[in-house]
């Protein structure tokens, strides 16, 4: 088992390239089940959760593979319908593939999918939204079994903008019979890089980044290539790690627009920041001001992504800030470890109460998802002295070379294997 050994203090200097959207990545690779053709996706990180990914596919019949820093799939041969549980356990993600293998082969199976333990994720509007498409679904024993002869079209009123269940039924919809409708659609960048995504191998998707989407059925769908977004998410924890060591980072390949909520704590934090098209560079003397209230809400809301690193940042920023999670009930699972470095925070509820101190001070501190653990090693590297951060291999799911990253930049970070 992995583990990062840190020592903290340094100043941070030099560019970073943002890798393509762990979240966008995803949710396109289960939509090549779709086509028979040959779909090459660009720039995809080398993570687990991709890996992951593509053993599924590979065990539905597809032919997925890294060629370069691209992945191509091959899907003609694919006609397995049963996701295998062991993968399904790993890989939250792996629920996107109910919606187009239903589409591809009107049948599928699949355990109830795992991932990072950050709450209470149900799949409960995932399951509604097929159901309304004409899937008859069955679930016992651990397991969902969805059929059906024909989709086709329908409105579906979703009861909140769930990420997930919206780019489910974007991939069910894609091949129904007629018009779908999603109301209440997630609104992430992600679900319009879907679209786009869809729309590049010949489906009719519109509405994607609204809270309605309008899906036409196609009968077929060919193949190609695309890239997908910068990962806004990646981008964020290494601002914010800028933020709290203090230097001069440029990020390369990242959106302004998709992190601005983001961006605006940071100037409220006292950083500079210079954002272009596809740059942002953040300058910091890693002396900053508590940023007051910090509520994680659906896009283009604060992200429950980046919760948690910020919660590191308002550590070490001079008074009290408030950080209030709303999207996921078990998300600050990480606190403990934070307060080992000498953290003053007091959770309640939904709600962490931080007093920023002067400085933390390095310690061993166990990862326990992949936000979390993140969170830590921005701390470690802000803190005096040495730090350990185990259980990596959460980390490793969403975020591609971070060591080597972070010493480009100057960070004092290292894998070992134990």
């Known amino acids: 088992m992995d583990k990062y050994i840190i020592n903290g203090g340094n100043r941070l200097y030099g560019h970073i390239s943002i890798q393509s959207a762990k979240n966008s990545v995803l949710p396109i690779l289960a939509a090549t089940v779709l086509t028979d053709e040959k779909v090459v996706i660009a720039d995809v990180p080398r993570i687990t959760d991709v890996r992951n990914m593509l053993k599924i596919l590979q065990c539905l019949g597809c032919r997925a593979y890294y060629s370069g820093n691209d992945v191509i799939v091959e899907s003609a041969d694919a006609g397995n319908y049963e996701i295998p549980g062991a993968l399904a356990h790993e890989l939250r993600s792996s629920v996107f593939l109910l919606g187009s293998v239903i589409s591809r082969f009107h049948k599928a199976k699949i355990a109830y999918p795992g991932g990072c333990d950050i709450g209470l994720r149900p799949i409960d509007l995932h399951l509604k939204g097929l159901k309304r498409l ?141 954002v272009k098209d596809d740059k942002i560079t953040i300058e910091s003397d890693g002396r900053l001001h508590a940023v007051k209230s910090v509520e994680t809400q659906p896009y283009p809301g604060f992200p429950t ?20 999670e709303n999207l996921f009930e078990t998300r600050f699972k990480f606190v403990p470890e934070l307060k080992k470095m000498g953290a003053d925070i007091v959770v309640a509820d939904r709600c962490a109460f931080v007093s920023g101190v002067n400085k933390l001070r390095g310690a061993t501190v166990v990862a326990q998802d992949l936000r979390g653990g993140a969170a ?34 100057g960070g004092d970070i290292v894998r070992i294997t134990v």
Request: proline share 2%; hydrophobic share 40%; with cysteine.
């Open 134 to 274: 004409g899937v008859k679904i069955d679930e016992r024993n651990g397991f969902i079994t969805c059929e059906s002869d024909k989709l086709c079209g329908n409105e579906i009123m979703l009861d909140c903008p769930s990420v997930g269940a919206t780019e489910n039924i974007m991939l069910a919809g894609v091949m129904a019979e007629g018009t779908t409708v999603i109301k209440n659609a997630a609104r992430e960048p992600e679900i319009e890089d879907l679209q786009n995504f869809l729309n590049s191998i010949g489906a009719d998707v519109c509405g994607a980044g609204s809270g309605t989407i309008v899906i036409e059925g196609k009968t077929r769908l060919s193949g190609g290539r695309y890239r997908p977004i910068p990962d806004r998410i990646e981008a964020g924890t290494y601002l914010i790690c800028a933020a709290m060591c203090g230097g001069k980072v440029t990020l390369d390949g990242a959106s302004g627009e998709m992190l601005s909520s983001l961006i605006h704590k940071l100037y409220e934090n006292g950083c500079k920041l210079d």
């Open 305 to 324: 992504d980046l919760q948690a690193q910020m919660t590191a940042l308002c550590t070490i920023s001079s008074g009290n800030s408030i950080v209030t």
């Open 376 to 409: 830590l090693v921005l701390a470690a590297l802000a803190a005096t002295g040495r730090s350990e951060v185990l259980n990596i291999s959460h980390i490793d799911r969403g975020y591609s070379e971070m060591e080597y990253k972070l010493r480009a930049i």
